[in-house]
């Protein structure tokens, strides 16, 4: 039990007081040298010109929840360290990617325990040093960092020559994460081995790699991220950054990585709910609170639980449990919805193409999506645009009921997904949609050629469902959603199973075993017939059943949408939407008799809490707040604007 109070002491400290300077996980691991590490506010943008006293609201020190950060970081600990390390030797990892897994779990086990056995074996063995692809580079800045006492110094040597020769940490390639993770690194490896990377000198490396940093982060300051709220991806770009905010020794990469933190967590707060990134998300989609690996951190930084039911493997938490790095009070505000004084509200915002992964020039406003984040639940729409790993809709509550609509076809633009189905994500291949505020209109334009002729909205499961007349209410806890049909039928039913589905199963049935895929309950909506229309309106509620039905008495519809694809709509909350198919899977939309156009914007952000444009990023719970004006060549943090709200993105 010693190592456990060292470590909880740690964690607590670090919150409490240090920022930069990481303080030893464990008295066992040689600490870092504090007293020549500046803080947080000795880097330019802070002291230099007063910045830790005009934002001291974006200091991480503000971070509200040492005590509750300090235990689940431990659960995370105990958790991780369970894991068997020897299995990412065998089978198909004999020659697979295990620097992705084993890392992470030997530092789990060697943050209990530094003297750890296991751990020691396999980073020392005659595999680890080899791995530098993007998922084990990450891995090698914190494990020289905190637990460089694990390595021999044969192995500290194989690395340093493997990394030497390296080519990718400078001449990064992949997606968006891929690259992200091995330029982060590259700021990194030349100061902790004393060498240079991609054959070329120390001296030429730290310089090409401090570059490519600047211009990646200001990017996202300008235009956004390519690689837009990846449930799946966005904590490994995180841990790239988590790793120079704690460990390099140039005060401006570390400012640099301090900004590019706050503005990746600020994009996560927006839609955090309950364990839940919500949509829309590219590449990804969480399905249960708690399931996908960003919010496998965010339960670290915002849980108000001590466990969780079947803990995930936290592999990828590590990173972020040994940071000095915390969010903001003003993000943590924001991710738990805490006392904001402004709820329900909506943010409109924009995504921009993929400009790092292809390496294209940034253009801002490829998608638009609105989220609106009410008392009980969150809300995501995105506006236009569908690929085969690009989720459009959803809505989750508080309690972790999540519901997700749209049409089953998954696919790609090349069409390469044609005989899988997307019921969780609904990928939106043929769909026009918007949502203003609490409504959300979802048609599906359909080629008549299309075998499947309806679109869905899943039922949760505990969600209990009524017919009203020609509705469905469905009850999600203390959040109501009715489901209104535009020309359609609903009907309760279940997924269907693809070809492929039903041969697993019947392979299984003949086994003897049971059936391994089983049909989910979800509303059908069903075109009438002549038409290729099928759509619908969905109206939320934080009401229990009965108030909400009395307000729906003030909604009307009039809708031509099989002739003339257009519809106009009252809805509950009594602004009148006009709604029209238009080119592009681009709706004409109108609210209040006032053109929309949001593929227009020209904001990355815009809202009363968070708001981006022209290199500055502006956050505010609505107390107190900070800005970030990534503008010139470094960051400067400054005071928010509070209550601002852009005229451009009035309806």
């Not at 503005?263 to 839940?276: D, P, Q």
Request: charged share 20%; hydrophobic share 35%.
């Amino acid at each position: 039990m010693r190592h456990k109070s060292n470590l909880i002491r740690s964690i607590s400290a670090i919150s409490a007081c240090c920022l930069l300077a990481l303080s030893p996980v464990l008295a066992r691991v040689k600490p870092l040298d504090v007293s020549a590490r500046p803080s947080a506010v000795d880097v330019p943008g802070g002291v230099a010109t007063g910045g830790h006293l005009l934002a001291p609201a974006a200091l991480p020190t503000s971070y509200p929840d040492a005590e509750g950060f300090a235990s689940r970081a431990q659960f995370i600990f105990e958790t991780v360290a369970r894991n068997d390390l020897g299995q990412w030797r065998r089978g198909y990892f004999s020659g697979g990617d295990p620097g992705k897994y084993l890392p992470g779990a030997a530092m789990g086990k060697l943050a209990l325990n530094p003297e750890d056995a296991e751990s020691r074996q396999f980073l020392n063995d005659d595999r680890s040093y080899r791995e530098h692809y993007h998922f084990a580079a990450i891995q090698w800045p914190r494990l020289l960092g905190l637990f460089r006492d694990a390595l021999t110094e044969d192995t500290v040597n194989k690395l340093r020559a493997e990394a030497r020769k390296y080519g990718a940490y400078l001449n990064p390639g992949g997606t968006e994460n891929h690259k992200t993770m091995w330029l982060t690194t590259a700021n990194l490896l030349p100061h902790q081995l004393d060498t240079g990377l991609s054959n070329k000198s120390k001296e030429e490396s730290i310089a090409t790699a401090k570059s490519q940093l600047r211009r990646y982060v200001k990017g996202l300051f300008s235009v956004g991220m390519g690689e837009w709220d990846s449930s799946t991806y966005l904590m490994f770009d995180i841990n790239g950054f988590l790793n120079l905010y704690d460990f390099s020794p140039d005060h401006e990469v570390r400012l640099i990585a301090r900004a590019a933190l706050d503005w990746y967590v600020t994009t996560y707060v927006l839609k955090h709910r309950s364990g839940v990134f919500t949509a829309p998300n590219q590449r990804g989609f969480a399905s249960a609170p708690y399931d996908s690996i960003t919010d496998q951190t965010g339960f670290l930084w915002f849980s108000d639980h001590s466990s969780i039911e079947n803990p995930p493997r936290f592999l990828y938490a590590l990173h972020a449990a040994t940071s000095s790095y915390r969010p903001n009070a003003v993000l943590f505000n924001l991710a738990t919805q805490n006392e904001l004084p402004l709820v329900p509200f909506e943010q409109l915002n924009t995504k921009p193409n993929y400009w790092y992964g292809q390496n294209i020039t940034p253009a801002i406003n490829q998608y638009a999506e609105r989220v609106y984040v009410s008392q009980h639940y969150t809300m995501g729409m995105l506006l236009n645009g569908f690929g085969g790993q690009i989720t459009r809709f959803q809505i989750v509550t508080d309690d972790g009921h999540i519901l997700t609509a749209g049409h089953p076809r998954r696919s790609d633009h090349t069409t390469k997904k044609l005989d899988e189905f997307g019921y969780e994500d609904g990928l939106g291949r043929y769909e026009q949609s918007t949502a203003v505020e609490s409504t959300a209109i979802i048609v599906n334009d359909l080629p008549p050629d299309e075998p499947i002729r309806y679109s869905f909205i899943t039922i949760p499961a505990g969600a209990t469902t009524a017919t009203i007349e020609n509705d469905i209410l469905m009850s999600l806890g203390k959040v109501s959603v009715i489901v209104r049909p535009i020309e359609s039928t609903l009907e309760i039913g279940t997924t269907d199973l693809t070809p492929k589905q039903l041969a697993e199963n019947a392979r299984e049935l003949d086994r003897g075993k049971p059936a391994k895929h089983t049909p989910r309950p979800i509303i059908r909506v069903m075109a009438v017939e002549g038409s290729n229309r099928p759509g619908f309106i969905l109206e939320v509620a934080d009401d229990k059943p009965e108030a909400f039905l009395h307000r729906l008495d003030s909604t009307e519809l009039a809708s031509n949408m099989a002739q003339a694809g257009s519809l106009r709509y009252r809805a509950a909350t009594g602004r009148v939407i006009d709604f029209e198919l238009g080119p592009d899977n681009k709706p004409i939309l109108r609210v209040d008799d006032s053109p929309v156009d949001p593929f227009a914007w020209d904001w990355v952000y815009a809202g009363p809490y968070i708001n981006q444009r022209d290199g500055i990023l502006n956050v505010t719970d609505g107390r107190t707040g900070f800005s970030i004006d990534f503008s010139g060549d470094l960051p400067v943090y400054g005071p928010a604007r509070i209550g601002l709200l852009p005229e451009t993105t009035q309806p």
